[in-house]
């Protein structure tokens, strides 16, 4: 007979190593990584060890180690060389990769060679897809144990791109239902006066991503452009850098017509690595009439989900993984890709063929929601209902993740014994899987 003890009845914990944005990070990796460790460090069961991308051995208030990967690493911000020895030399059970899918080159040959040094361990790697991927990108992930994708388009265009992939499981991004609430009416007011000032009483749209080309706010710009002209009591909030990776959108205004203070809004000491706390992003979304994004792909994108959590109405454009989540009961969408003259390739973007917002529909659907701000209500009134009952990070979608972590550790142990059985079958022997 074989017995075995488990980490849990020796009081260890089941080891983790992550590799991702650091959850100190303000990214949206970050975010995502921040919220999955704390899911799984609230059962109490887990160590984990994280090699920060983005993370440069600042002192933080996270119950985890965190090392940084950037700092001596040839010049290559995800540090991956450093990462393969660093890996090499750890001991884990589970090994977690948070990443774009193009990054991760290194992970065919690294996995293998761990195993060949003898490493027992599991593999979980989730990364986003926001466009066409590569058969080499699908390649890189699909080494691990369990490859998880954000959405159900991020599943469907990597079997399109490698149909041998790995049965594929699909978690949905969360939101952090303690970060992105409804805020006290008058808690609200008292902001909003502070914040807009003289424009604290328009029709407030406001587009909150960082300014860069796949995000594609110039097009956000122009359909406001349109929808102010039948909306004169009406300002355009972009929260974010007014000059950053994508263009000096100062000078996109005035090429538009439009005027900063007037039409335009943006924050206040604001840079492209300085945003604001989530304290007052939150306040942000509650007071905005509407949120928009006019961007060209996207893996989740936060905006539209952390404003649902306000119960803000939201207008995004109709593709990539977008096009799932927003339906007909919860939100807007505007048309993006619907005819041959709407699709761009952008520079140093990996030659993806990316669809582009309609300036048209997009004006025209906010005038809509502007004039039936009742029906835009309810639709957000739904959208608030679902993203908690379905898309709570300290819910649902923790559970999922701890429920996947937990069954690729019940796996470790299984092939584990079923090796020791093998090999001490007629023994009765007591089998510590902590010796393992």
């Known amino acids: 007979m074989v017995k075995t003890l488990s980490k849990e009845q020796r009081g260890r914990k089941i080891k983790v190593l992550a590799y991702c944005d650091s959850p100190t990070c303000a990214t949206g990796f970050g975010t ?5 460790f704390e899911a799984l460090h609230r059962t109490g069961k887990y160590d984990i060890d994280i090699l920060g991308i983005n993370f440069w051995g600042d002192p933080h208030g996270f119950p985890y180690r965190i090392w940084p990967t950037g700092i001596n690493s040839d010049k290559d911000p995800y540090g991956r060389k450093k990462v393969v020895s660093m890996i090499a030399n750890m001991e884990f059970d589970i090994l977690f990769l948070l990443q774009d899918s193009f990054i991760l080159d290194f992970m065919p040959t690294t996995i293998p060679g761990l195993q060949g040094m003898g490493k027992k361990f599991k593999s979980i790697c989730y990364y986003p897809i926001d466009g066409t991927p590569k058969e080499s990108w699908i390649k890189n992930v699909n080494f691990a144990d369990y490859v998880v994708t954000y959405s159900e388009f991020a599943a469907r265009e990597s079997r399109k791109a490698l149909p041998s992939v790995k ?20 808690e609200v007011k008292n902001f909003k006066q ?12 406001t ?48 090429s538009y017509g439009l005027s900063i203070t007037e039409d335009i809004i943006f924050p206040a000491n604001f840079g492209p690595n300085q945003g604001y706390p989530r304290e007052v992003v939150n306040m942000i979304y509650n007071i905005s009439d509407l949120v928009v994004s006019s961007s060209i792909g996207e893996g989740w994108g936060l905006s539209w989900i952390e404003a649902m959590a306000t119960k803000t109405p939201v207008l995004m454009p109709n593709n990539t993984a977008i096009t799932e989540n927003i339906t007909e009961e919860r939100g807007y969408v505007c048309d993006s890709g619907t005819s041959s003259s709407l699709y761009t390739v952008l520079p140093h973007d990996n030659e993806i063929v990316r669809p582009l ?3 048209a529909d997009m004006a025209k659907k906010m005038v809509h929601i502007y004039n039936n701000y009742s029906e835009a209500l309810v639709k957000a009134d739904n959208a608030y209902t679902w993203v908690r009952n379905e898309l709570n990070w300290q819910g649902n979608v923790g559970k999922q993740w701890v429920s996947l ?3 690729a550790y019940s796996q470790l142990i299984e092939d584990k014994v079923s090796k020791a059985v093998s090999s001490n079958t007629g023994n009765n022997k007591v089998i510590d899987t902590e010796s393992f």
């Open 167 to 186: 049965d594929l499981l699909v978690i949905p991004h969360g939101v952090n239902i303690s970060d992105f609430k409804i805020l006290p009416e008058e």
């Open 32 to 36: 995502v990584s921040r919220n999955i």
């Open 405 to 407: 972590f937990d069954k």
């Open 357 to 359: 917002v309609d300036v």
């Open 207 to 254: 587009n909150l991503n960082r300014n860069q080309i796949r995000k594609d706010i110039p097009r956000t710009m122009a359909a406001f452009k349109e929808f102010k002209k039948e909306v004169p009591d009406s300002i355009l909030y972009l929260h974010m850098a007014a000059v950053d990776q994508g263009w000096d959108l100062n000078s996109v205004a005035k």
């Open 194 to 205: 502070a914040f807009f000032g003289r424009h604290a009483d328009k029709f407030i749209v």
